[in-house]
């Protein structure tokens, strides 16, 4: 009668663990790192679990289909074996170690030998020109060979950029075979990365983060941010009476504006700003969702009274939050439980809600958004600002 299954037996290490090992190893962009920083790694000692001395006597016909399995597999490893004396089986020699003694070795184990000579030849290549960037491949390895096909164009806008630092052109200006603004849009996040690295520290405002200041952080001309208004008192008209005074100006002309508008709303529609009736000593802001970076640095607008109208849902809350980061006194309107209720037929689902902590809500805003949070009244709330009826801006702009 064959001795009972061991359970044990399935923790033994195999040949695909072995494999796996290595992969992880990959995974990681340790091996390829090694290659580009010239740390030793190999000869490299692998995990190895096998049977004890009790297993051996008991399930003697599993383990031998397992050092089988482990001698007979085409890895490309090196076995250590040891010697067991049993009293029973008597001497037998079963795997202690496994070893990988040389880097091209890990790489056929798992098919990597041609990925890992095109990396070596992206090292070279930076070496003889960038070497500045080396320690970028050292951290980044497995970024770097989805960049192969682009990787001399990447380091052409390197080298140009490091030979005329802060040049005060768009990008489109830059004047390099298959490079054009286009391309250093797609890779700006991996492009500041680089420049980070090649450009001395005065080149480079570290104020500016993030890919959307990327223009602003190495030195570029941006395109400038825009303002979209509309003047809802024909006493302060900018343009001949008559005209709808729908206009747009750079950030920079409309922070030199010298209006007497006392009161500034903030609406996140495009048809309620172009509906938005006329208010004395007013004008309508249309807005732009998260962000009012185009608002942030007009001092003006401290000392008006500010509305904002968003939705009635989590994110419109959240966006009202980020506004009175940069104006703490601004108002919300028709943002309010009354709206919501009064509006029910319009209610829909809003898709990815919040949860955040809005620390910059007034009592009423806060108790309203955890409700919503809360699905109080049903599941995912929303009342975009579109479905309030107009009576209701008329109403609220008249108390």
Same mark, same amino acid.
């Given at each position: 009668?064959?001795?009972?299954?061991?359970?044990?037996?399935?923790?033994?290490?195999?040949?695909?663990?072995?494999?796996?090992?290595?992969?992880?190893?990959?995974?990681?962009?340790?091996?390829?790192? @090694?290659?580009?920083?010239?740390?030793?790694?190999? !000869?490299?000692?692998?995990?190895?679990?096998?049977?004890?001395?009790?297993?051996?006597?008991?399930?003697?016909?599993?383990?031998?289909?397992?050092?089988?399995?482990?001698?007979?597999?085409?890895?490309?490893?090196?076995?250590?074996?040891?010697?067991?004396?049993?009293?029973?089986?008597?001497?037998?020699?079963?795997? @202690?170690?496994?070893?990988?003694?040389?880097?091209?070795?890990?790489?056929?184990?798992?098919?990597?030998?041609?990925?890992?000579?095109?990396?070596?030849?992206?090292?070279?290549?930076?070496?003889?020109?960038?070497?500045?960037?080396? !320690?970028?491949?050292?951290?980044?390895?497995?970024?770097?060979?989805?960049?192969?096909?682009?990787?001399?164009? =990447?380091?052409?806008?390197?080298?140009?950029?490091?030979?005329?630092?802060?040049?005060?052109?768009?990008?489109?200006?830059?004047?390099?075979?298959?490079?054009?603004?286009?391309?250093? %849009?797609?890779?700006?996040?991996?492009?500041?990365?680089?420049?980070?690295?090649?450009? !001395?520290?005065?080149?480079?405002?570290?104020?500016?983060?993030?890919?959307?200041?990327?223009?602003?952080?190495?030195?570029?001309? &941006?395109?400038?941010?825009?303002?979209?208004?509309?003047?809802?008192?024909?006493?302060?008209?900018?343009?001949?009476?008559?005209?709808?005074?729908? =206009?747009?100006?750079?950030?920079?002309?409309?922070?030199?504006?010298?209006?007497?508008?006392?009161?500034?709303?903030?609406?996140?529609?495009?048809?309620?700003?172009?509906?938005? !009736?006329?208010?004395? %000593?007013?004008?309508?802001?249309?807005?732009?969702?998260?962000?009012?970076?185009?608002?942030?640095?007009?001092?003006?607008?401290?000392?008006?009274?500010?509305?904002?109208?968003?939705?009635? &849902?989590?994110?419109?809350?959240?966006?009202?939050?980020?506004?009175? %980061?940069?104006?703490?006194?601004?108002? @919300?309107?028709?943002?309010?439980?009354?709206?919501?209720? %009064?509006?029910?037929?319009?209610?829909?689902?809003?898709?990815?809600?919040?949860?955040?902590?809005?620390?910059?809500?007034?009592?009423?805003?806060?108790?309203?958004?955890?409700?919503?949070?809360?699905?109080?009244?049903?599941?995912?709330?929303?009342?975009?600002?579109?479905?309030?009826?107009? @009576?209701?801006?008329?109403?609220?702009?008249?108390?």
């Amino acid at each position: 009668m064959s001795s009972p299954k061991n359970p044990k037996a399935t923790n033994w290490t195999t040949p695909s663990d072995l494999k796996a090992q290595v992969q992880q190893l990959w995974n990681r962009g340790t091996l390829l790192a @090694s290659m580009v920083e010239g740390e030793q790694l190999f !000869p490299l000692r692998l995990v190895l679990k096998g049977p004890d001395s009790r297993q051996l006597s008991e399930h003697f016909a599993e383990v031998r289909d397992w050092i089988a399995q482990l001698s007979g597999a085409a890895g490309p490893y090196r076995i250590v074996w040891r010697t067991i004396n049993h009293r029973v089986l008597g001497s037998n020699e079963i795997p @202690s170690e496994i070893w990988i003694d040389a880097a091209q070795e890990a790489l056929k184990f798992i098919g990597k030998q041609r990925a890992a000579a095109v990396f070596a030849g992206m090292v070279e290549l930076t070496r003889k020109h960038e070497p500045s960037l080396i !320690p970028w491949l050292a951290k980044r390895p497995l970024r770097a060979l989805e960049l192969t096909e682009v990787w001399p164009l =990447i380091l052409q806008t390197v080298a140009w950029l490091r030979a005329h630092p802060r040049p005060v052109i768009y990008l489109r200006q830059i004047d390099l075979p298959g490079i054009h603004s286009k391309f250093i %849009e797609l890779h700006r996040a991996v492009l500041s990365e680089l420049l980070d690295l090649a450009l !001395p520290p005065e080149m480079i405002d570290t104020q500016c983060t993030g890919t959307g200041n990327f223009c602003k952080r190495f030195g570029f001309r &941006d395109k400038p941010l825009r303002v979209r208004f509309r003047i809802l008192d024909p006493e302060l008209a900018l343009l001949p009476n008559g005209i709808d005074q729908d =206009i747009t100006l750079t950030q920079e002309d409309f922070s030199r504006l010298n209006l007497a508008a006392e009161t500034i709303f903030i609406t996140e529609n495009e048809i309620n700003f172009l509906a938005f !009736p006329p208010v004395h %000593e007013a004008m309508v802001i249309f807005g732009a969702g998260y962000g009012f970076s185009n608002l942030a640095a007009i001092d003006w607008l401290q000392t008006c009274k500010l509305f904002y109208w968003g939705d009635i &849902d989590t994110h419109g809350f959240a966006i009202l939050n980020q506004f009175r %980061e940069l104006f703490p006194d601004a108002s @919300s309107f028709l943002m309010d439980q009354r709206t919501l209720l %009064e509006h029910r037929q319009f209610w829909e689902i809003e898709p990815h809600p919040v949860t955040a902590n809005l620390s910059r809500l007034t009592g009423d805003e806060q108790e309203l958004y955890k409700k919503l949070c809360r699905n109080h009244w049903g599941e995912r709330i929303r009342l975009e600002q579109e479905k309030i009826g107009f @009576s209701a801006l008329l109403e609220y702009l008249n108390k």
